[in-house]
Each structure stands twice: as structure tokens, then as C-alpha cells.
């Protein structure tokens, strides 16, 4: 009788040991969950539509407190900020936060000036790669220089002002919601849905 009951504790499992397994499987699951899940295209448009307000606001106070000029430029596929130096437009590289930002391959920027659609022209090159020389003389102004000189389509004034006053539309082709950024020249800058 004694082995009969010595066998019968050896098969199966206790409570404790099942309770093992599922809280181990349950966890599993929750985090293979997580990693799957990617956010909707709504939602991609919105971080962008809301991450460009902040970061437009950010140069807007950055160009009051140092007293230079700031700039964006707008193109089809990103955006990047810039600054008056030695009467240059010149790309803020150094700052980690109004660094160059490229938007995702489906994702692209439709630019209003003052109620008037600009076309933007593609960027030949990815704006990582577009650079400025800054050991050239600034005063030496050959052809090559002018064609290729930075200017930006938005200035933010150490006065506080946005000039022009701008609508920018983040959107995803084939994607019924889009969001805009909008400046208005007091300084106001506002993330909103498009009514489209």
C-alpha cells in the first residue's frame, strides 16, 4: 500500500507547479502582445503633428532667449531648423533636439505660407548628408554658392513672431486623417486634426 501511493504522488503536476506555468505563460503572452502591436497610422501622424508643434515652440523660445533668428525649412520629407550665423543660414547640428528630422517613408508635408500653397521640392539628397561649408570665406559669393545657399520658408524672430504665418499638414497617402501644425505670427503654434 505504501508504493501505491508513493506512485501516485510521482504522476501529474501540484497546484503551485500549474500556477508556475501560467503566470510564466500569461507573462510571455503580454509582452509578445506589446512587441506586435505597432501603432496606427493615426497615430504616427498625430506623435509627428504634436512632436513638430513642441519642437517649433522649443526654437521659437531658444531664438528669444539667445537673440538670433531661427528658420525651418520644409521639405516633402522632413523638416530641420536653422539659424542667422555670420548672415548664413546654417543648419542647428549641434543641438540634439532641433536636429534634422526625417519623416517615415509613407509620410508626407504639404506647406501653407500666409494661405497660399508653396510647392515643396524633394531633397536630393537625405538632410543628414546636406551640409554647409563653414570654412569658406561668407563674403565670397560665387554661383555655385548661391544655388546652393539655405534659406528657410518660416522665420522665428528673437521678437517672439512667425513670419509668414504658416499651415503645415502632416499626412500618410491613402490615409483619410491628416493633422496640422499651425504658426501665427504673434507666436502661437497649435497641433490640430484636419477636418478633410
Known amino acids: 500500500m505504501a508504493t501505491a501511493s508513493k506512485h501516485n504522488r510521482q504522476c501529474g503536476f501540484t497546484l503551485l507547479e500549474l500556477?508556475?506555468?501560467?503566470v510564466i505563460v500569461s507573462i510571455?503572452?503580454?509582452?509578445?502582445?506589446?512587441?506586435?502591436?505597432?501603432?496606427?497610422?493615426?497615430e504616427r501622424i498625430q506623435e509627428e503633428a504634436f512632436r513638430m508643434q513642441r519642437l517649433v515652440?522649443?526654437?521659437?523660445?531658444?531664438?528669444?532667449?539667445?537673440?538670433?533668428?531661427?528658420?525651418?525649412?520644409?521639405q516633402l520629407n522632413g523638416y530641420r531648423f536653422l539659424h542667422l550665423y555670420r548672415n548664413r543660414w546654417q543648419p542647428l547640428e549641434q543641438d540634439k533636439l532641433l536636429r534634422a528630422r526625417e519623416?517615415?517613408?509613407?509620410?508626407?508635408?504639404?506647406?501653407?505660407?500666409?494661405?497660399?500653397?508653396?510647392?515643396?521640392?524633394?531633397a536630393g539628397k537625405p538632410m543628414s548628408e546636406q551640409m554647409l561649408n563653414l570654412d569658406s570665406?561668407?563674403?565670397?559669393?560665387?554661383?555655385?554658392?548661391?544655388?546652393?545657399?539655405?534659406?528657410?520658408?518660416?522665420?522665428?524672430?528673437?521678437?517672439?513672431e512667425i513670419t509668414p504665418e504658416f499651415e503645415i499638414?502632416?499626412?500618410?497617402?491613402g490615409i483619410e486623417t491628416s493633422y496640422f501644425v499651425k504658426g501665427l505670427f504673434?507666436?502661437?503654434?497649435?497641433?490640430?486634426?484636419?477636418?478633410?
Open 19 to 22: 500556477l508556475v506555468v501560467v
Open 28 to 42: 510571455l503572452f503580454t509582452y509578445t502582445t506589446l512587441a506586435i502591436r505597432s501603432s496606427s497610422p493615426e
Open 57 to 74: 515652440q522649443l526654437a521659437l523660445e531658444e531664438s528669444i532667449l539667445r537673440g538670433e533668428e531661427y528658420g525651418i525649412e520644409i
Open 103 to 122: 519623416l517615415p517613408l509613407d509620410m508626407e508635408l504639404e506647406l501653407e505660407l500666409e494661405k497660399t500653397a508653396v510647392t515643396i521640392e524633394p
Open 137 to 160: 570665406d561668407p563674403d565670397e559669393d560665387t554661383e555655385d554658392r548661391k544655388k546652393t545657399r539655405i534659406k528657410p520658408q518660416i522665420y522665428l524672430l528673437s521678437s517672439g
Open 169 to 173: 499638414r502632416i499626412y500618410i497617402l
Open 186 to 196: 504673434d507666436g502661437t503654434v497649435t497641433a490640430e486634426i484636419s477636418d478633410l
